[in-house]
């Protein structure tokens, strides 16, 4: 408990496995951890969040998560497995655990079955549904509808029909507490997403449309027409975050011009004040020499 207990200490996850199985036997509830990982909303966890913003199917969402989940995932895999008209969702571990895992696996099952839940809304048929983990017996009684068998301790699974993975996604989230209505994901959530993954990186070596659209995990055609669907294009949305790293470089870092000009991607500092000037009013010494705390 001194271990889970520490804020900022790094717990290792054999520790955590035991500590959920100790809160089971404590509190008489085989079911614990899958009524806790059923009751989170996932939808505010970066990875799933910019899925959910970015995807139109089931199947560009997962590949979005998973990518993302293993950048951060570090006693298990996240992986995402099509075999003819099976897909698997899963997880593996990368140790063999010394003690059966039972109520992690029903942490991570009412968690990956949450998320299955949110990105498919109604489209989801629970009767075409496995749920594989090493003891079934820890899932509530409301995961009845699901079909439900046993694996080994190596890491629990989801497994539904590929056909499944070409369905729209539903832009309606679960609610976290019971009773509230659905929140629908407008889309406004994702042209403010697109606006800060661009500003993250457009002040290393400038952007097109292609790197444009890696940011948010679609082709360049997609990004253009959602886009174009909210009044804006991918130029104006360059220009736009080209110009907000110019005024935050230049009232508050001591790079030249001609430096901040090579970090958005100008190779003539003339066509960067040319740019700066149109959209500030001013010249980008004018607007240093104005709005800069060291003037």
Known sequence: MRAVDQEGASVHVMVMHQFVENCAEVTKDNTFAAQIGSRLDPSGWPMVGLALDTAATLGEFLNIYVVNAAKVATSATPYLEIRGNITTFGEER??????????????????????LENALGPALEPEKVLLVLCDPLVLPKKYARYQSIKGNNMGPRIQFPSEWLAVPLSRYLRAVEPGLPPRKMGQDDF????????????GEGGMNLDGAAKLVHMNSKKLSRTLFSLGTTVSQEVSRAKMNHAKAALS???????????????TDASNFARAFSKDAGLSPSAYRLKYSPQK
């Not at 010394?98 to 991570?108: K, T």
């Not at 042209?191 to 457009?202: M, T």
């Not at 508050?252 to 100008?266: C, D, F, R, V």
Request: proline fraction near 4%.
């Open 94 to 115: 990368r140790f063999k655990p010394l003690i059966e895992p039972r109520q992690n696996d029903g942490f991570m099952i009412s968690l990956k079955l949450s998320i």
């Open 191 to 202: 042209l403010s997403s697109f606006r800060g993954l661009l500003e993250q990186s457009i």
């Open 252 to 266: 508050t870092s001591t790079l030249s011009i001609q430096e901040i000009a090579s970090s958005l991607g100008y």
